[in-house]
């Protein structure tokens, strides 16, 4: 089955310091990844995805994520932090058989002025 | 397009009644999911609709929940008998039925069982 795993429950940063939000994933066949934000009271937002090609994926409000194949990873970067990012981040991955869309446990960013 | 329209935004209700949640999908999508989010059990995904034909409801808590998707532009969620434990933010989302796409979420309907 496919799944995502978020490994850390928050990650606080520091303004203006680059910012990490892991993911990993695990998936038979080629893998469809996808970066959302949650801000209070608010549903789910589209950030970015992974469907093929470059490695380095760009997306919304600067963000951008990795994928890396042999780390089966998909980390959520950005090189400045803004206290505007203080978000819930999830991690998703839709199923390669039955095209359901699986999310991770969500990461906590904190963003300290 | 005004984006995944849900209704109510808040329910408040007592336990043992019935509850309906209701779900307007962006024009166009075939794909619909319902998705439960609490502090301890995070997004779930409770059921997956494709082309109004429920493709996995296997997230489906129990017996007290169901879901239909009458037409392409409508689907509800109801719970009976309601029980405190479902309280939780309820959200639709929709997407074109293909594995690369994004999905589109609503605000979500919170809901309140006393």
């Known amino acids: 089955a496919q799944s995502v795993a978020q490994p850390e429950d928050q990650v606080n940063v520091a303004e203006g310091n680059p910012l990490t939000v892991k993911c990993t994933y695990s998936?038979?066949?080629?893998?469809?990844l996808f970066w959302y934000v949650q801000y209070p009271n608010r549903g789910l937002q589209f950030l970015l995805k992974?469907?093929?090609?470059?490695?380095l994926v760009k997306g919304s409000y600067g963000f951008e994520a990795e994928f890396n194949k042999s780390q089966t990873s998909f980390h959520l970067k950005k090189p400045s932090a803004l206290v505007s990012d203080s978000a819930l981040y999830f991690c998703?991955?839709?199923?390669?058989?039955?095209?359901?869309?699986?999310f991770g446990t969500g990461t906590r960013l904190q963003v300290f002025p | 397009d005004a984006g995944v329209i849900q209704s109510p935004r808040h329910e408040v209700t007592e336990m043992g009644q019935e509850v309906t949640l209701r779900c307007k999908p962006i024009?166009?999508?075939?794909?619909l999911f319902w998705y439960r989010q609490t502090m301890m059990r995070g997004l779930e995904l409770l059921i997956y609709?494709?082309?109004?034909?429920?493709?996995?409801d296997s997230g489906m808590p129990e017996d007290r929940f169901s879901a239909k998707m009458p037409n392409a532009s409508f689907s509800t969620l109801k719970i009976q008998p309601s029980e405190p434990r479902d309280s939780a933010v309820y959200f639709c989302?929709?997407?074109?039925?293909?594995?690369?796409?994004?999905?589109?979420f609503g605000q979500g309907t919170r809901l309140t069982v006393v």
């Open positions: 998703a991955v839709r199923d390669y058989n039955t095209d359901k869309l699986i």
């Open positions: 992974y469907i093929t090609g470059d490695n």
């Open positions: 998936v038979s066949g080629n893998p469809y």
């Open positions: 989302a929709s997407s074109f039925s293909s594995r690369t796409t994004e999905a589109f």
């Open positions: 609709f494709n082309n109004n034909v429920p493709i996995d």
């Open positions: 024009s166009g999508h075939n794909s």
